[in-house]
C-alpha cells in the first residue's frame, strides 16, 4: 500500500513521499524502509530520529524533519489500530456448517453463519448474521447470539444466556456457569439453585479463559463496549457498565455493580456488593472490601483501597520507618544511659 492510500484511507495528510510502498507496521526499534510505525509518547519522538521505518503516523502538531515521510493523525494510537486492520485482515471464514457439528432442533441460523468442526448448538437457539462458531465451541439451549459475533474455539455458553452485536469470545471463555452460591444447613453447605440469565451487550470482547456467571434470581449483565481480559472472574448477579475495562485475573465477587467508563487494572479483588462508580480507577493489585464505593473519578490504590494520595502517602511512612526504628534504638539508649547516670 502506497503512503498516499493510507493517508486518505485514514482521512490524514502526509509530508514526504507519498508513492513509497508499505508492506507491514512494526515498532519505532525494528521498522524498516517498508514499515509504517507511530509516535505516541515523548519516549517515542525522541527515538523517531533514529528509526528507519519508511513511514511515520505521528501527531499533528509534531515536527518532523523535511526529510521524513510521515501522516498526521490526531491519535496515532487510534490511527495505527485502523491501519492494521488494513494491513493484516482478519481471516475470513466461508460460511457453512461443518459436518461434524451438532445442531439442535429449532435453531434459528442466519445468512452467513459459519459453524466449525465439533461445535454443537443447543435447540431453540438464534444465531445472528454473520457470527462465527469456533471448533469444538458449545453453544446451549435458547441462546441468542447477535450478528457478527466471532466465539473462538473451545467457548462454553450455558443455556439462556443472551449475547449482543459483534462480541468475541476467545477460546477457554466460559459464559453462564452456576454462580458460587452456597447456604449452611446442618453443618453441610448446600447448593443455592443458580435460576438466572445472562446479558451481554453488543461490541463486548472477553479474553481468554474468562469466566462470567449466571444470576442466582435475576440477571448477571455486561454493557455495551465492556472489555474484560484474559482469566476475568464475575460473579452472579453482577452487574458491568458500558465500556468498563478490565485488566487479567481480577475477580467480581457476587453482586458488583461497575458503572460506566470505568477503568480497572490487573488482579483486582472486589468484595460482595461493592460499587464502582463512573470512571473510576481501581490500580492494579488493590482489594475493594465488601459493600465498599469507590466514588465517581476516583482511582484508589492499595488493601484495603483507598484514594491514590493516601495510598502514597502511607507508602513513603512505610519507607520511613527503618530509619524511625534506628531513631528510637537511639533515643532508647541515651534514655538508659542517663538513667545510669542518675
Known amino acids: 500500500m502506497r503512503v498516499r492510500e493510507l493517508a ?9 513521499d507519498g508513492e513509497k510502498e508499505l508492506s507491514g507496521v512494526a515498532p519505532l526499534e525494528t521498522a524498516g524502509a517498508a514499515d509504517l510505525a507511530f509516535v505516541g509518547t515523548r519516549k517515542a519522538a525522541t527515538q523517531a530520529a533514529a528509526s528507519a521505518a519508511g513511514c511515520l503516523l505521528v501527531p499533528e502538531e509534531w515536527p518532523s524533519p523535511s526529510y521524513r515521510t510521515v501522516i498526521r493523525v490526531s491519535e496515532p494510537r487510534t490511527a495505527l489500530a485502523r491501519a492494521l486492520n488494513r494491513f493484516y485482515p482478519t481471516t ?8 461434524t457439528a451438532v445442531v439442535g432442533e429449532d435453531v434459528e441460523i442466519g445468512a452467513m453463519v459459519y459453524i466449525g468442526p465439533h461445535a454443537v448448538v443447543g435447540n431453540g437457539t438464534r444465531i445472528g448474521v454473520a457470527t462465527s462458531i469456533g471448533a ?12 457478527g459475533c466471532v466465539l473462538h474455539p473451545h467457548v462454553t455458553i ?19 456457569a452456576d454462580g458460587f452460591g452456597y447456604v449452611m444447613e446442618q453443618d453441610r453447605w448446600q447448593k443455592f439453585p443458580q435460576v438466572g440469565r445472562v446479558e451481554i451487550g453488543d461490541y ?3 479474553g481468554a479463559n474468562s469466566c462470567v456467571d449466571r444470576a442466582a434470581l435475576g440477571v448477571t ?9 484474559n482469566m476475568v472472574h464475575v460473579g452472579h448477579n453482577c452487574r458491568i457498565g458500558r465500556h468498563v475495562v478490565v485488566a487479567a485475573q481480577t475477580g467480581f465477587s457476587g453482586g458488583v455493580v461497575v458503572e460506566d467508563y470505568a477503568v480497572i487494572g490487573g488482579q483486582v479483588g472486589i468484595g460482595d ?17 465488601t459493600s465498599k464505593v469507590v466514588r465517581r473519578g476516583e482511582t484508589v490504590w492499595g488493601t484495603p483501597a483507598r484514594p491514590l494520595k493516601q495510598h502514597l502517602e502511607q507508602l513513603a511512612n512505610l519507607a520511613r520507618l527503618p530509619n524511625l526504628r534506628r531513631e528510637v534504638a537511639e533515643l532508647k539508649r541515651r534514655l538508659a544511659e542517663l538513667e545510669r547516670k542518675a
Open 204 to 206: 463486548v470482547e472477553i
Open 158 to 176: 450455558y443455556d439462556n444466556v443472551d449475547i449482543g452485536r459483534r462480541t468475541i469470545l476467545h477460546s477457554g471463555v466460559v459464559i453462564g
Open 221 to 229: 449483565s455486561i454493557g455495551e463496549g465492556t472489555k474484560l481480559d
Open 273 to 289: 456488593k461493592a460499587r464502582i462508580e463512573a470512571r473510576a480507577v481501581l490500580g492494579s493489585g488493590c482489594g475493594v472490601l
Open 136 to 147: 469444538s465451541t458449545v453453544v446451549g439451549k435458547r441462546v441468542n447470539l447477535g450478528e
Open 8 to 16: 486518505d484511507w485514514l482521512g490524514s495528510t502526509f509530508e514526504g
Open 92 to 99: 475470513e471464514l466461508k460460511p457453512g456448517i461443518h459436518p
